[in-house]
């Protein structure tokens, strides 16, 4: 069984940085896409950023020139970089992958979800 394990949220003022981790572990084969995605309190869980196993990118309107994501496909690792923080940013963070595990079949795999809290 993968697991995906995020790291890295927690409270920062307007204007603040912070990178978000997430970490998957298991019996993997490959990580085709890996993506971020965040929920704020009453809202649908919403696409932040997403980034194929050959680096190629894309992004939610809302974060465009303020947040990057990246990988490091020998570890199994997906990063978000969010800088210039906004109140509207603040949401539970979720990282999913597209997994090939050992039965050779892909699927998905959600992360349990990492608080980021923006104050003004």
């Known amino acids: 069984q993968v697991q995906l394990v995020e790291s890295g949220g927690g409270p920062v003022q307007a204007g603040g940085s912070l990178r978000l981790s997430c970490a998957a572990s298991?019996?993997?084969?490959?990580?085709?896409?890996m993506g971020w995605y965040r929920q704020a309190p009453g809202k649908q869980r919403e696409l932040v950023a997403v980034?194929?196993?050959?680096?190629?990118?894309n992004y939610a309107d809302s974060v465009k020139g303020r947040f990057t994501i990246s990988r490091e496909n020998a570890k199994n690792t997906m990063f978000l970089q969010m800088n210039s923080l906004k109140p509207e940013d603040t949401a539970v963070y979720y990282c999913?992958?597209?997994?090939?595990?050992?039965?050779?079949?892909?699927?998905?795999?959600w992360g349990q979800g990492t608080q980021v809290t923006v104050s003004s």
């Open positions: 980034i194929t196993s050959a680096g190629r990118t």
């Open positions: 298991g019996i993997i084969f490959l990580i085709n896409d």
């Open positions: 999913k992958a597209a997994v090939v595990g050992g039965t050779l079949r892909s699927y998905d795999v």
